[in-house]
């Protein structure tokens, strides 16, 4: 479980910390009583003197799996596809009609950006649950808000036969 600076403040943010259902099992990082240092609590049991507001949820891994809509295949595949873009790539070279995406270079640098950026499983899900419900990336320090990439492919999109790369290919 990833308790580091950088997920804490990854979670620190309110389209994550809304979803939380408090349940016992739960990491958090409580600031109140202990500021400039972090504490992980895992709980046991919520009692009824717990006080939500002064504690910040660390999701775990299953926990930001079940915010992502879709059943395993898809949460899987569309997981892969944030991690590996170049896989469903759609920046085609529409001039040339030439199309190999294991060379797009928008494609690579964001792998590439994402792998430098984040260390852990907990990071990589966090990231990839921010962008498929906010459209939004971790640049390092802050979530950003995307203009939308008409050019990156929704797993939806795919399992409906969305051919659209088909016009660029000649
Ligand atoms: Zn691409």
Known sequence: MDSGETYI???DCPEIQKQRV???????VRFKHNRGQVEIHHHREITAH????????????DQLQEMVT??????????YIFTHPESAC???????GYFNREYCKI?????????RTFTSMEQLWLAFVMKELHNKLWDGAK????????????????????????????
């Open 22 to 28: 408090i349940a016992n099992g739960d990491f958090e």
């Open 143 to 170: 979530w950003i808000a995307q203009e939308l990439d008409k050019a990156s492919r929704t797993v939806r999109g795919d399992l409906n036969g969305d051919e659209e790369e088909e016009e660029w290919e000649t």
């Open 90 to 96: 759609l920046h085609g070279n529409r001039e040339t």
């Open 50 to 61: 717990y006080k939500p507001e002064d504690h910040l949820w660390l999701p775990r891994q």
């Open 107 to 115: 494609c690579t640098d964001e792998r590439n950006r994402i792998f």
């Open 9 to 11: 403040k990854m979670c």
């Open 70 to 79: 879709g059943d395993l295949t898809s949460k899987v595949y569309s997981f």
